[in-house]
């Protein structure tokens, strides 16, 4: 038998299986196991955890846990100094492309309103996710933990709250996207890019209202749908104008 303790750090606790109290588990090993399942095994994918310590030295997912031995467990740093080739996550994408699972449509709706390029198909298998994320270079966001434990996830996450806009900010805090951001210019429906268009080539699919108080618009080039600042902007929830101020 082989006898382990793991020391989870920050809000990893909170991914911890009911049967775990946290932040100290103590598991119990018939056969030699590697970290990335021992941690698994207890709640947390491993796109969550940056930094693993067996015994004080860092060590990568692979690693074969020991007798007796205390692995600490820590989450994403963005803004502490970690030498680079004991980070288990990659701080950035190189480019920021995201992929939304079914249970998190209205995110996928922020991000595109904030100008990331983020696919989102409703219906969607966990092996179509997982194909279009590879061949399209993207991050998953998913609140699926098995989805995220899947061994060819390299960038990911699981956002923490229920509310769309509080995700909306995990994101942008996990990924730092502040400086990247540029709002409104994507369509939220479809994700495509929109493009400037003259108010009389769209006239005749304005209101009576819209026609007469504003003049520039926008249409996405894939859905046909026309924007303008409208009072759509104006209601938008008080977060998202806070987060979309910052950028």
């Keep these: 038998m082989?006898?382990?303790?793991?020391?989870?750090?920050?809000?990893?606790?909170?991914?911890?299986?009911?049967?775990?109290?946290?932040?100290?588990?103590?598991?119990?090993?018939?056969?030699?196991?590697s970290?990335?399942?021992?941690?698994?095994?207890?709640?947390?994918?491993?796109?969550?955890?940056?930094l693993i310590l067996a015994h004080d030295q860092p060590v990568d997912f692979s690693y074969l846990v020991q007798e007796d031995q205390q692995i600490s467990v820590y989450p994403f740093f963005n803004h502490i100094d970690i030498p680079a080739?004991?980070?288990?996550?990659?701080?950035?994408?190189?480019?920021?492309?995201?992929?939304?699972?079914?249970?998190?449509g209205k995110l996928a709706r922020y991000l595109r309103m904030a100008g990331f390029d983020t696919a989102y198909i409703r219906e969607q298998s966990d092996r179509e996710i997982i194909n279009?994320?590879?061949?399209?270079?993207?991050?998953?966001?998913?609140?699926?933990?098995?989805?995220?434990?899947?061994n060819l996830i390299?960038?990911?996450?699981?956002?923490?709250?229920?509310?769309?806009?509080?995700?909306?900010?995990?994101v942008f805090q996990r990924y730092d996207l502040f400086d990247d951001a540029d709002p409104f210019c994507r369509c939220p429906n479809c994700n495509g890019l929109l493009q400037s268009v003259a108010k009389e080539d769209v006239i005749d699919q304005l209101e009576p209202l819209t026609k007469k108080h504003f003049d520039?618009?926008?249409?996405?080039?894939?859905?046909?749908?026309?924007?303008?600042?409208?009072?759509?902007?104006?209601?938008?929830?008080d977060r998202l104008k806070e987060i979309f101020s910052r950028t």
């Design 35 to 50: 970290v990335k399942d021992l941690i698994e095994g207890c709640g947390v994918p491993h796109t969550e955890v940056d």
């Design 132 to 150: 279009q994320m590879l061949g399209e270079q993207r991050a998953l966001l998913s609140r699926d933990r098995k989805l995220l434990m899947h």
């Design 2 to 33: 082989i006898r382990v303790s793991l020391r989870f750090y920050g809000d990893l606790n909170d991914l911890l299986f009911g049967g775990f109290t946290g932040p100290t588990v103590k598991r119990q090993l018939t056969a030699p196991t």
């Design 216 to 237: 520039d618009f926008s249409q996405c080039p894939e859905c046909g749908q026309i924007y303008w600042a409208g009072s759509h902007r104006r209601r938008l929830d």
């Design 85 to 104: 080739a004991e980070r288990l996550q990659k701080p950035t994408l190189p480019k920021n492309r995201f992929q939304a699972d079914a249970n998190l």
């Design 154 to 170: 390299e960038y990911g996450y699981l956002p923490r709250s229920d509310d769309p806009a509080d995700q909306l900010l995990e």
